[in-house]
């Protein structure tokens, strides 16, 4: 009796010594929870005992992992350096879980990821993967199914307050089967950039009509941008006593510059189908599928659009321009080179410009801000070309989003999880929008404090509040290998860029290649779905007399300019936008 006494006493010191330490643990996240909301997220659309909840959360989801280390990997954007420096020492602080968020190349992100898929051997915990790569992740049965692991091993450590339908870019990662494969971290997309006070000059609005028999404005055709990058290069040349071009683009011999053609530029001639998020049944890099989602082909001889009139068009037009229109070092230049240029001065327009440049635009001391701060240019819709037409797409928007693989261990898998919901919780994300600029969540965009800053960004508040944003579509399902089929696009096109090859010559072999990948592809049998299966060859003129693309040539490819006031334009886009 007296150690069965004993033994109790033992019991209830231990329940009570658990209790208490489970009430200091609680304790201690409350006051982590509180210090992190008001030194680091004091933004946000939730209420501050809201975010405190939130991450009280995480603090209670990740216990069976406190101690774990983890390490997970991005692309050096400003979003997620600010992920790196703030949010993992904050996840850990708050978790206990010591993530290093890692920064490397885009280029480095694809060739480590597909070495994980390909070998089954684990390198990174969590991976941030542009959504262009879906038409990979649905086929491979590698990468976990979100929506599957949410409702079944992921059911007790999915965030309550994640809203899957306030995020933005949700319908880019997910697959033809309805589910759901990665998780927007970062958004941006690439529009036309201009000088908006060097277009309101009335002294160039005059000069400009009396040339061209029309209004200086955003320019709502090929045909326009063409004659504004004429008129500021050789009829305007200086302002303020500095060179000025009328158009900036980049085309030396490199990866990026696969990125500056199979990011749309294509379909913004009009080589696709029309259809949104990816048209159909020919998207944006020209390759066709049959009803079932299967490849069939990307060459015109095929059903495709890759080397189509249209694209033939579209490259010529890169061509002529960055070697009349732009300065002559643009040239040589990689996307990283030339991503700064407009910023220093003496670009007039850019066709061609991804908003991922905003913070280094508005940064008070480069000469395309005034005095106050404000910026004098804008963004605005890029035009398009002669075989768009209604309900396709009108341009690109980057979608990296946050991607786990089945070759990972299951415990640091889930604890990837929690941190990439962590990066983009309502706690944090309007706070990493308003350092970053690549908003993610709906709820963000329409923010009070969005508001605020819109007239410092140009444009870029409006136009994701417009719903003509969801025109702007990443790389779609069609593309049945990201990581093997992308550096076809640089590696063919680079010699049509220098002037080795003519444009038809350069997209026949582009066209050539990305079929033969997907036909080398489909008798591995490597896919679990959606494998291709070519269609025959058969004579182009065949598919030119099908309806949609690929599109015959036009008669007249550049038809009369057409421009637009700005200010008219940004008032019917908030028209739209409000609610």
Do not use: C
């Amino acid at each position: 009796m007296k150690h069965t006494r004993m033994k109790l006493t033992v019991l209830a010191s231990s329940l009570m010594l658990a209790s208490a330490a489970l009430h200091a643990d609680n304790h201690d996240a409350r006051a982590i929870a509180e210090r992190l909301v008001d030194e680091h997220f004091q933004n946000s659309t939730l209420s501050r005992e809201e975010q405190i909840e939130e991450l009280l959360w995480f603090a209670e989801a990740a216990e069976p992992f406190r101690g774990m280390q983890i390490s997970t990997v991005a692309e050096g954007l400003t979003t997620h350096v600010w992920e790196r420096d703030v949010l993992a020492p904050a996840f850990e602080e708050l978790t206990g879980i010591e993530v290093t968020h890692n920064i490397i190349g885009e280029g480095d992100v694809v060739d480590n990821m597909q070495t994980q898929m390909q070998s089954g051997n684990s390198i990174y915990d969590g991976y941030v993967n542009d959504s262009d790569a879906i038409g990979t992740h649905i086929r491979y049965g590698t990468t976990i199914n979100l929506s599957e692991a949410m409702e079944n091993e992921w059911a007790d450590f999915t965030l309550p307050s994640l809203d899957l339908d306030d995020f933005i870019g949700i319908q880019y990662t997910t697959g033809p089967d309805g589910s759901i494969y990665q998780l927007p971290t970062q958004q941006f997309a690439n529009l036309y950039w201009f000088r908006y006070d060097w277009f309101e000059r009335e002294d160039l609005q005059e000069q400009f009509r009396d040339i061209y028999g029309y209004d200086l404005g955003v320019p709502t055709n090929w045909t326009a941008y063409e004659e504004i990058a004429e008129f500021f290069t050789e009829h305007v040349g200086e302002i303020d006593g500095q060179r000025v071009y009328g158009h900036m683009d980049y085309g030396r011999r490199d990866p990026s510059l696969g990125w500056r053609f199979h990011d749309s530029w294509l379909s913004m001639a009009g080589m696709g189908s029309p259809g949104v998020p990816f048209g159909n049944p020919v998207d944006d890099w020209g390759i066709r599928v049959d009803e079932e989602s299967r490849p069939v082909g990307a060459s015109v001889t095929r059903g495709g659009g890759t080397n189509a009139p249209a694209s033939v068009f579209a490259m010529q037009k890169a061509v002529d321009w960055l070697n009349a229109y732009a300065p002559e070092e643009a040239q040589g230049m990689t996307f990283g080179e030339a991503g700064p240029v407009p910023a220093q001065g003496q670009i007039a327009q850019q066709i061609f410009w991804y908003t991922a440049f905003t913070a280094d635009m508005t940064d008070p001391s480069v000469p395309v801000t005034d005095d106050e701060g404000n910026p004098k240019w804008r963004m605005a819709p890029s035009p398009v070309g002669p075989y768009w037409e209604e309900g396709m797409k009108v341009g690109y928007q980057d979608v990296g989003s946050w991607t786990f693989f089945d070759s990972t261990p299951e415990d640091r898998r889930t604890a990837a999880w929690l941190f990439g919901q962590f990066t983009t919780a309502k706690s944090v994300s309007l706070e990493k929008l308003m350092h970053g600029l690549t908003p993610i969540r709906e709820s963000d965009i329409f923010s009070d404090q969005m508001t605020e800053l819109a007239p410092k960004l140009g444009g870029l508040v409006e136009f994701y509040r417009s719903p003509n944003e969801s025109n702007w579509t990443p790389t779609g399902t069609n593309v049945p290998d990201y990581p093997r089929m992308a550096p076809l696009w640089w590696q063919n096109l680079a010699p049509v860029m220098s002037g080795e090859v003519t444009p038809q010559e350069g997209l026949d072999n582009l066209a050539g290649a990305m079929d033969d990948i997907m036909a080398r592809l489909a008798r591995a049998n490597v896919f679990e779905t959606y494998a291709p299966v070519l269609n025959d060859e058969q004579d182009a003129e065949y598919w030119f007399e099908q309806p949609g693309a690929p599109k015959p040539k036009l008669d007249d490819e550049m038809p009369q300019g057409t421009t637009i006031p700005y200010d008219q334009m940004m008032e019917e886009w908030m028209a739209a936008g409000t609610r």
